[in-house]
């Protein structure tokens, strides 16, 4: 299994404050990968290092795909999405008054382009761009069995339906390295439950390597094959989900003196 992300010396200050520091972190090609850590941990700091909205003070990020190697410290977001990364955010970011299969739609659309001539003219190439765009944006609405909810405002979905809408956006953009931020957050054990399947599903089905920011230990532990902990900015553990889970460290600086979430 070949390396498809690879973090060395990473580090990120804000003045005099250094959110994250020397980090080092691998992915796999295919592999589901936990980032966890307590608030403020610098977890979200590193996605936004990886998408291009801060550059690295220092370190360095490489990414494989489609054979070709890049470094993404110093690219712009778009150019990185371009490239094969997607993500999800923390706060749900959505067009709220725009309609479900409008969003996608829109996130779609960045990667097929058509000519401001043929925006214009309306040319047959256009319309028929359209149609794919419209159809490929329906398929992943009942992927994420949004199907029936494709006219509603994104507004007026349920919060667990807005987490995967988000994760519908992001798969329209057809990464291969997907990151994400707290899919499970504000969701109840049945919506959690469904995502669990639902992240199988869309590694398996896409091809996809995942790297997943979430504070719900049950499904970190049950969902990811390696973990990496932060604290104050630094990796102060990595490893299965049952070495960290027994790491002293880890259980001291966030999982609890018991270790009761586990």
């Not at 256009?126 to 609405?141: C, G, K, T, V, Y």
Request: glycine letters at 10%.
């Amino acid at each position: 299994m070949s390396d498809i992300l690879t973090l060395t010396g990473l580090t990120r200050n804000f003045g005099g404050l250094t959110a994250v520091a020397n980090v080092d972190l691998t992915l796999g090609e295919g592999e589901l990968v936990g980032l966890i850590g307590p608030n403020g941990a610098g977890k979200t700091t590193v996605f936004n290092l990886l998408t291009g909205v801060y550059p690295p003070s220092e370190g360095t990020i490489e990414f494989v795909s489609g054979g070709t190697t890049r470094q993404l410290g110093g690219m712009k977001p778009h150019a990185i999405c371009a490239a094969g990364v997607g993500r999800t955010f923390q706060n749900i970011r959505l067009f709220r008054n725009l309609s479900v299969l409008d969003n996608v739609m829109i996130a779609l659309q960045q990667g097929l382009r058509y000519g401001l001539l043929a925006s214009f003219l309306h040319t047959p190439g256009q319309h028929r761009l359209e149609r794919q765009i419209r159809a490929e944006s329906h398929e992943l609405l009942e992927i994420m069995k949004l199907e029936a909810k494709a006219d509603e405002l994104a507004q007026n979905l349920s919060y667990g339906e807005q987490r995967r809408l988000e994760i519908a956006r992001a798969m329209a953009t057809r990464p291969t390295l997907l990151l994400l931020d707290e899919p499970a957050a504000g969701m109840n054990p049945a919506e959690t439950a469904q995502l669990t399947e639902l992240i199988f599903w869309l590694r398996r089905n896409f091809n996809l390597t995942i790297l997943l920011i979430e504070h719900d230990m049950s499904l970190v532990m049950s969902i990811c094959e390696r973990i990496y902990v932060l604290d104050h900015g630094l990796v102060i553990a990595s490893g299965t989900p049952d070495e960290v889970r027994s790491d002293p460290r880890v259980i001291e600086a966030y999982l609890g003196e018991e270790g009761d979430d586990v």
